[in-house]
């Protein structure tokens, strides 16, 4: 079983609206964390948000936030406003257990498109 | 701060060749990583190291090699490249603390003929 399901491979959205892209992750850890990863058409991976099992509030960071619903093993991102820089590709990231050797596990990616 | 370096930034080998993908980082990153993207698969991990000094296989670690050189580089070594392994490669490293947030280079994008 995949360990993290992005299940849009695409997603289209107008500049300034709102957009969900989802993730749902399966794993019997306690502790983990969960990311998410930006890769533009340049083609460089950049952090966007983390959010930890054991955190009680959804993480924000500028314009996103991620929608944690821990019993649903749901970490959906949101991005509000949408500009036309955000259009690239989205990756959800699982990082399981905490002991400094741990590592991350990728979804496949969606692909997000903003037009004006 | 350069963060996460990688050299070179794209590469053409054939069949049988050899070579190293070179990777440094400035934050004072005690882990490392070498993953490979390709089409539709998202990023799988080829080989980390948690310290100087140690290294551990990860998911698709058959045909590549590692060394952790020091504490700021991490090779990755095709020992005879294949096309197979064509791909885009990327380093990353993070810090062994609560997030351990990972931090990639550019990328080096090789193509195997």
């Known amino acids: 079983a995949q360990k993290i399901t992005q299940t849009q491979p695409g997603m289209f959205v107008q500049e300034k609206e709102a957009v969900t892209l989802d993730c749902t992750y399966d794993?019997?850890?306690?502790?983990?964390?969960l990311f998410w990863y930006k890769q533009p058409s340049s083609g460089e991976m950049i952090f966007l948000i983390y959010?930890?099992?054991?955190?009680?509030q959804n993480a924000t960071e500028g314009r996103y936030s991620l929608n944690f619903q821990k019993a649903r093993k749901s970490a959906n991102l949101v991005i509000s406003a949408s500009q036309l820089g955000d259009s690239a590709m989205y990756f959800c990231?699982?990082?399981?257990?905490?002991?400094?050797?741990?590592?991350?596990?990728f979804g496949k990616g969606t692909m997000l498109l903003v037009s004006p | 701060n350069a963060g996460v370096t990688q050299t070179p930034k794209f590469q053409v080998l054939k069949t049988g060749q050899s070579m190293t993908l070179q990777c440094a980082q400035d934050m004072n990153h005690n882990s490392m990583y070498w993953y490979r993207q390709d089409p539709g698969m998202g990023l799988r991990l080829i080989y980390y190291?948690?310290?100087?000094?140690?290294?551990d296989k990860g998911e698709v670690p058959n045909g590549y090699n590692v060394s952790r050189l020091n504490k700021r580089e991490f090779s990755l070594r095709l020992e005879s490249a294949a096309p197979s392994q064509t791909s885009v490669y990327f380093c990353a490293s993070s810090h062994q603390d609560l997030k351990e947030t990972q931090y990639f280079g550019p990328g080096t994008r090789l193509l195997v003929l």
């Open positions: 794993t019997s850890d306690q502790s983990y964390g």
């Open positions: 959010q930890g099992s054991y955190d009680e």
């Open positions: 990231a699982m990082r399981e257990g905490n002991s400094g050797y741990s590592t991350l596990t």
């Open positions: 190291s948690a310290s100087e000094g140690t290294t």
